[in-house]
């Protein structure tokens, strides 16, 4: 019984006129057409029903069958016609949809929601012309309607007929008064037009309606007049911003982008270290002023020092903000500074050791500080706050080795390496790093495997050739292939002296001693300070060659230089050659 009630109230709404129609029509017919047309009203009034049911139901295809039926039985039945209308235009049948919005129109020019419904139809279809014909009837019909008016003024818009608009936008003003909503519009259009003076007007308008607002329509002018290239007229209003508001927290920020534009650096600057040294901006404003103010270049190359000085005043301003920290212990990292770096990271996590990246930033710090025992320390630390992610396994693995605990080192690479998804170069890291591990266990088949691995991954890595060559020498086994690895090493990095050093210690082992003696004192040259391991490298093949007392001296210096192998001392004494 709902839904009956239901359709019943919806005929009685779309349905308005049908029984005018068909009186007027009755007085031009004979008494005995009567009962014809009753029985004819009758059946589209079922229909009608009917096809409504359908609608409502969601049945598009039923209800569209049935309204049709209608109009063949009643061609100017304009309520079928609208429900055809939206059907078709819910359908994206914006064609049909108009068809038959336009020919309910035209039998019921009065009524307003066939002419809403063209609006609707014309706007999607992007028939300019039609829809404002559409908004203009609807007005002329209802003056004072605001909707009738802002879809009018939206009409002339997309007409580009921007002074109709401004005039319609003028009578929507006329009833509600003035508003932002509107200055605001037709602000725009002064400037599309480029009347810049009626365009301030508009604001200015705004500034005297509501005072309480004047900073922001200030800022609104100063922009405006910014973009238009009119420095001098932005300035004055900046002006009267700083006048009136001397406490605006975002007004140093806005100058600062202000001066930059007119190409004055240092005022720029200046007023962007006041807006950073206000602790009432918050630090997510300076941080994207910072990002936007700078390119990548300019950050870590051009203006570092400025960017370092901008981080500072962040962290002396926001002391208790982790973000504040690790914006500059990043800007440190990459400086190099690794010490000061990772206090910066420390203060982070001390805060909030839920950062990830942080974590990882540290543990660079560190690696780089070459101080294993914190990243023994941080790096097991990490691995039990985020058990899932590989790379602390990696950098405690690092911290195990450089500790000579090889086991342990090698459970971590093995551990770390099964959580490697989709990254290639981390997992030539791990197995390079399980190489070396398992080398130095004495592991030589696995040592070689690991390698192996990371050479099916990147066969163009120099820093594995160079490892996996370099073992493979000190071991004597499968020399033709570790000469094949060193030459390739030292053609991919020819600037390394380690791979120099590496392919001429390949030679030397395989008896090539003047071909090793050429490479090794190449390595030597590319290197800043005396090494002792190329000292006895050279030492060695010297003695080779017989140069005894040049091996001897090459030998001493080796000493001098540092640790060399473990036979550097007994070669001296007794002027002979050990491996």
Known sequence: MKNLITILLLLAILWPNVGFSQKRERKKKHKTDESSVSANNSEVTNLFIDATKYRLLGESEKAISQYESILSKNPRHSASMY?????????GDLSSAARFGEQAAEIEPENKWYKLLLVEIYGKAGQKKELLETCEKLVEQDPGNLDYLYELSNAYLMNDDGNNAIKTYNKIEELLGVTEEISLQKQKIFLIENKMDQAAAEINKLIVEFPDQKTRYLSMLAEMYMKAGKF??????????????????????????????????????????????????????????????????????????DVFELAEILVKTHPNDPKAHSMYGDFLLDDKKYSEARTEFREVIAVDSSRYAVWESLLNAEIQLADYNALAQESNRAIELFPLLPVPYLFYGIALLEQKQNDEAIKSFNTGVKLVSGNNLLLVQFYTYLGDAHNRAKNFRLSDESYEKALI?????????????????L??????????????????????????????????????????????EKAVAATPKSDPDLMEHLGDINFKLGKTDKAMELWQEALKAGKGSEFLDKKIKEKKMYE
């Open 457 to 473: 991954i990147d066969p163009e890595n120099s820093f594995v050739l160079n490892n996996y060559s370099y073992y493979l020498s």
């Open 83 to 91: 429900e055809l209308a939206q059907l078709y235009f819910e359908a």
């Open 232 to 305: 001098d007229e932005a300035d004055t209003y900046y002006q009267q911003i700083l006048a009136s508001d001397p406490e605006n927290q975002y007004i140093h920020i806005t100058l600062a982008d202000y001066y930059r534009q007119r190409g004055d650096k240092k005022r720029s600057f200046d007023e962007l270290k006041i807006g950073f040294n206000s602790p009432a901006l918050d630090i997510d404003t300076k941080i994207r002023v910072l990002l936007s103010y700078f390119t990548v270049d300019e950050m870590y190359n051009q203006n570092k020092a």
């Open 475 to 520: 071991r004597n086994e499968n020399l033709t292939k570790a000469e094949t690895m060193s030459a390739k090493a030292v053609k991919l990095d020819p600037e390394n002296a380690a791979n120099m050093d590496t392919y001429g210690w390949v030679l030397y082992k395989l008896g090539r001693y003047q071909e090793a003696e050429t490479w090794v």
